[in-house]
T-cell receptor
Framework: GQNIDQPTEMTATEGAIVQINCTYQ??????LFWYQQHAGEAPTFLSY??LDGLEEKGRFSSFLSRSKGYSYLLLKELQMKDSASYLC??????????WGAGTKLIIKP | GAVVSQHPSRVICKSGTSVKIECRSL??????MFWYRQFPKQSLMLMAT?????????EQGVEKDKFLINHASLTLSTLTVTSAHPEDSSFYIC??????????FGPGTRLTVL
C-alpha cells in the first residue's frame, strides 16, 4: 500500500529552526510537495522536489532523498505566524497526490 | 503562482437540498482539477479527479450519483452535492494541476447541512 508518515505535532520557539520529516512508500514517484495549512483554510503551496537535494526558498527549505524515501521541510527564524499544519504529499505514478496526515507546528514565544 | 477560486466560500443548507460549488482557474487553463473533502482535524481526502470534457474519476467509496462533477471548460469545474445530509457537512477544496505537476488549491468551501 501507499504510505506517507510525518510526526503528528511539533513544538518550537520563535526565532529558532525546526525540521519536519516525511517518509514515504508509494507506487511510483513524480515529486514531493510540502503545503502549509492554517486552521480553517485551504493548503498553500510551499515547495516541490522531484530531484534529490536541497531546495531553498527564503526561510523555508525542502530536502529530498528518493533512494531513502525521505524528505524534510526546514523552517528558519520561526515566526508566530508559522504556527500551522504542514502537509507532505507525494505524486504517484498516476500523477495523483498521496497525502500525509500533516504535522501541527506550535510556535511558542 | 496560479490562482484558483471557489464559490461560494461558505454555504448553509437544509437537509435534502442540493448545493453547487464552483472551482475556477483564473489565470491558466487546467485540464485536470481535483476535488477534496476535509473533515475537522483530518487530512485531505481525494474525492474525484476531473478532466475537461470527460467523466470524472471517483475514488473508492465516493458516490458519483451524490457528488456530481462537471468539468465543462478548461477553467471551470463544478461539484454538486445532491440531497445533502448533515454527514456531508465538511470543507470541500478543489485544486488545479499545471503542466509541470504543481497543484494549486482553491480557498475551500465550508458546507454546513442542517
Amino acid at each position: 500500500g501507499q504510505n506517507i508518515d510525518q510526526p503528528t505535532e511539533m513544538t518550537a520557539t520563535e526565532g529558532a529552526i525546526v525540521q519536519i520529516n516525511c517518509t514515504y512508500q508509494t507506487s511510483g514517484f513524480n515529486g514531493l510537495f510540502w503545503y502549509q495549512q492554517h486552521a480553517g483554510e485551504a493548503p498553500t503551496f510551499l515547495s516541490y522536489n522531484v530531484l534529490d537535494g536541497l531546495e531553498e526558498k527564503g526561510r523555508f527549505s525542502s530536502f529530498l532523498s528518493r533512494s531513502k524515501g525521505y524528505s524534510y521541510l526546514l523552517l528558519k527564524e520561526l515566526q508566530m505566524k508559522d504556527s500551522a499544519s504542514y502537509l507532505c504529499a507525494v505524486m504517484d505514478s498516476n500523477y495523483q497526490l498521496i497525502w500525509g496526515a500533516g504535522t501541527k507546528l506550535i510556535i511558542k514565544p | 503562482g496560479a490562482v484558483v477560486s471557489q464559490h461560494p466560500s461558505r454555504v448553509i443548507c437544509k437537509s435534502g437540498t442540493s448545493v453547487k460549488i464552483e472551482c475556477r482557474s483564473l489565470d491558466f487553463q487546467a485540464t485536470t482539477m481535483f476535488w477534496y473533502r476535509q473533515f475537522p482535524k483530518q487530512s485531505l481526502m481525494l474525492m474525484a479527479t476531473s478532466n475537461e470534457g470527460s467523466k470524472a474519476t471517483y475514488e473508492q467509496g465516493v458516490e458519483k450519483d451524490k457528488f456530481l462533477i462537471n468539468h465543462a471548460s478548461l477553467t471551470l469545474s463544478t461539484l454538486t452535492v445532491t440531497s445533502a445530509h448533515p454527514e456531508d457537512s465538511s470543507f470541500y477544496i478543489c485544486s488545479a494541476r499545471l503542466a509541470d505537476n504543481e497543484q494549486f488549491f482553491g480557498p475551500g468551501t465550508r458546507l454546513t447541512v442542517l
